[in-house]
């Protein structure tokens, strides 16, 4: 049975992830950052966890490292690997197309450039369910007089996340609800990611995936911005950097590889996100996740 590893974003992490499996890792990812990632990840605060430059490295580290246990434990080696927006930087270290060091280092200048774009409590996300993608982006159409906003992330069936500045999300948010959406719920989020008011950061994430080596993938990697493979390296620079303004295209790419006929997939890292997004794209899917079993 063909399968596909797929990476956890940003929202999957917890206090006391990693432990028993991600120290030498979050050890390593130490010093490459210059702080002790490893304790945040085990001890907490969960409000210092939660920042969205530390966030990342942290479920970036806990991903690789779950990776590499599956792999020394000689588990067959998947078809393609993919990652929601922070886990496309995973399933690139696991397709050997980015070293550990340099994901870890590059996911934590993207969170603090990410979070600089737009000063906090300007921004704001949601996730709309209910509405299919064309009535929220008529939704969103109709918001823009308050503002920027578009969709982010194409999940799953009926959920959809929005994303731009505060006003307009709630304005769409309130419009999508006329709309017969069956919530509107606003997300926890320190800036809105995957939308035009990222611009800032895509401009300074640019210089610094400039710096980095970027192989061809090993493994077939389903691209967010594009729901379809790429594998040689200078395409996969060009798609991560525009991945920092563009919707992620969750649902499209699970179908992409459930088309090109995989039939299970393994969640590697923390939580079950993305499990229960696959099952609602597919119930007839293999879902598994693991990260300490």
Sequence with gaps: MKSAFVFPGQGSQAVGMGKGL????????????????????????????????????????????????LKNKGVPMPAAVAGHSLGEYS?????????????????????????????????????????????????????????????ANLNSPGQIVISGKKQAVEEAGRLCQEAGAKMTVPLQVSAPFHCILMQPAAEKLKVELGKIEIKNAQIPVVANVTADYVSNGEEIRSLLLKQVTSPVLWEDSIKKMIHDGIKSFVEVGPGKVLSGLIKRIDRNTEVKSYLAL
């Design 22 to 69: 991600a120290e030498k890792h979050l050890e390593q990812a130490n010093e490459v950052l210059g702080f002790d990632l490893k304790k945040l990840c085990f001890e907490g605060p969960e409000e210092a966890l939660k920042k969205t430059e530390v966030t990342q490295p942290a479920i970036l580290t806990v991903s690789v490292a779950a990776f590499e246990i």
């Design 91 to 151: 399933a690139l270290v696991a397709a050997s197309a980015l070293s550990f060091s340099d994901a870890v280092k590059i996911v934590h200048l993207r969170g603090k450039f990410m979070q600089e774009a737009v000063p906090l409590g300007e921004g704001s996300m949601a996730a709309i369910i209910g509405l299919s993608k064309e009535e929220v982006e008529a939704c969103c159409k109709r918001a823009a007089a308050r503002g920027i906003v578009s969709a």
